[in-house]
């Protein structure tokens, strides 16, 4: 390998891992169970209590779609509001919710080729406290992500 490519190389993987903060993160997982399971245990809110370990409880006010609002109760913290801002059914959906100065994003996306599906979900902490925030919530929602993710892979190989 040359200098420049390696130079490149480094840079890039340099670059990765100055993403991961603990206000930016995401896990990526990947199963044999169809894209159209992942997206279907994704979207069914009422039930990501059984693979969100720090839910108590989700609420979707009316269908799963551009602009959708509903509730998310933790089994620490205050409840908040969410609203979805971005859908492409079977392919990814964002939702935002209120916090302090800013606010908590959730990115869901998946992709499937020769009978593996790849699915990441995404957190990101925004606004002027992000930092503060990412000490506590987003460290323990980091270290309980890879976990959650694979509950989610086991409930789709189902």
Not at 21 to 28: D, E, G, I, K, L
Not at 29 to 48: F, G, K, M, Y
């Amino acid at each position: 390998m040359n200098n420049l490519c390696f130079t490149i190389l480094m840079f890039t993987t340099m670059a990765a891992q100055a993403q991961e903060s603990n206000y930016h993160f995401s896990h990526t997982e990947t199963t044999t169970a169809p894209a159209a399971r992942i997206w279907q245990v994704w979207t069914d809110v009422p039930n990501w209590k059984q693979w969100d370990k720090g839910l108590k409880e989700a609420i979707l006010e009316g269908e799963f779609a551009i602009g959708a609002k509903g509730k998310i109760i933790p089994d620490k913290g205050p409840k908040s509001k969410f609203v979805v801002t971005e859908l492409k059914p079977g392919e990814s959906y964002t939702f935002k919710t209120r916090i302090p100065f800013g606010w908590l994003i959730i990115r869901r996306y998946l992709t499937h080729t020769a009978g593996i599906t790849r699915f990441t979900h995404e957190v990101e902490f925004t606004g002027v406290l992000k930092k503060a925030l990412g000490k506590n919530p987003g460290k323990r929602y980091r270290a309980m992500l890879p976990e959650v993710m694979r509950t989610i892979a086991a409930l789709a190989e189902k």
